[in-house]
């Protein structure tokens, strides 16, 4: 058998394993995810569908329209809720920022897809684009997958598996990395300056 029809083996035998996957991991497990924000895609329904629960605590998800101050019902009990099971989460416009918030019962606190509406301000939500196809056994639609943890920092392992999801009308965008503070700022000034002087003592002498 040639190298490249092993390739293609090896391939198709990978995509089979994502398809019959339960969840799409994290592949940083145990440190909180980058911040993304989530937007509409088109103005229309956000439509939900139910993937996955490895929480031990009560779980329920709702979602946020930032832009419009709207929120919708909560959903997806976690475990009293089928894998592929639907729910509409509402209207939205397009490019409305959307935020997804679970509440956890079993502690009574929320944690959200936005750390500033987490009880401990850190990103509850690993979110990705997601193609469509088998997810837990279910034919899932091509959308953005949300998978949430449902314990605070402190306490999570941030495997981002407790409850996940994927949200149709729904895009990704991560955002950028935070702007360097202005001490660092000054401390990378002071090192250009001082290479500078270096290099013209250097050519000087």
Do not use: W
């Amino acid at each position: 058998m040639s190298l490249r029809s092993v390739a293609v083996l090896v391939s198709l035998a990978a995509g089979s394993l994502f398809a019959a996957a339960d969840t799409i991991p994290y592949s940083n497990v145990g440190t909180i995810a980058p911040q993304s924000t989530l937007t509409a895609t088109a103005t229309g329904d956000i439509i939900g569908y139910f993937v996955s629960s490895s929480a031990g605590d009560n779980d329920s998800i709702r979602m946020i329209d930032v832009t419009t101050g709207a929120t919708s019902n909560y959903f997806f009990p976690d475990h009293g809720t089928t894998v592929g099971a639907t729910a509409n989460f509402g209207p939205v416009n397009a490019n409305d920022v959307l935020v997804f918030e679970l509440y956890n019962y079993s502690t009574n606190q929320l944690f959200a897809s936005d750390g500033t509406y987490s009880v401990d301000e850190v990103n509850h939500a690993y979110t990705t684009a997601f193609a469509g196809g088998i997810l837990n056994g279910v034919d899932i639609p091509a959308g953005t997958y949300v998978g949430m943890e449902d314990l605070p920092n402190g306490s999570s392992d941030f495997d981002y598996n407790d409850d996940t999801f994927v949200f149709t009308n729904v895009a990704t965008v991560q955002d950028p990395s935070p702007v360097p503070e202005p001490s660092s700022l000054l401390l990378l000034g002071t090192g250009a300056l001082g290479v500078a002087g270096a290099l013209r003592r250097k050519l000087f002498n």
